[in-house]
């Protein structure tokens, strides 16, 4: 059994920041890309910022140079730093990760945490 379980959601105002984290656990072989993702209100789930083992990231033109993805590859969990936080960033925050178990490789989701920007 895997779990992502995040934490560090909340309501902040414009211009204020926020940090997601996220644990992995469970009968874990090796985890490779993980990222964040999300999703608000009557639209599409969106990719926020995803990092590879190796450190390689990628971010949504909307958040480059607000938000800094980073990961912990001793402890399994990946953080988002979000800086500069707008009202267009209210959403539900989901982490994914592609995670190898013992039938083979696989994406996990996380059950979401919701940040609130106010205006």
């Known amino acids: 059994q895997v779990q992502l379980v995040e934490s560090g959601g909340g309501l902040v105002q414009a211009g204020g920041s926020l940090t997601l984290s996220c644990a992995a656990s469970?009968?874990?072989?090796?985890?490779?890309?993980m990222g964040w993702y999300r999703q608000a209100p009557g639209k599409q789930r969106e990719l926020v910022a995803t990092i590879t083992s190796g450190g390689n990231t990628n971010y949504a033109d909307s958040v480059k140079g607000r938000f800094t993805i980073s990961r912990d590859n001793a402890k399994n969990t990946v953080n988002l730093q979000m800086n500069s936080l707008k009202p267009e960033d209210t959403a539900v925050y989901y982490c994914?990760?592609?995670?190898?178990?013992?039938?083979?490789?696989?994406?996990?989701w996380g059950q979401g945490t919701q940040v609130t920007v106010s205006s």
């Open positions: 994914n990760a592609n995670i190898r178990i013992l039938i083979g490789q696989r994406p996990f």
């Open positions: 469970g009968s874990i072989f090796s985890i490779n890309a």
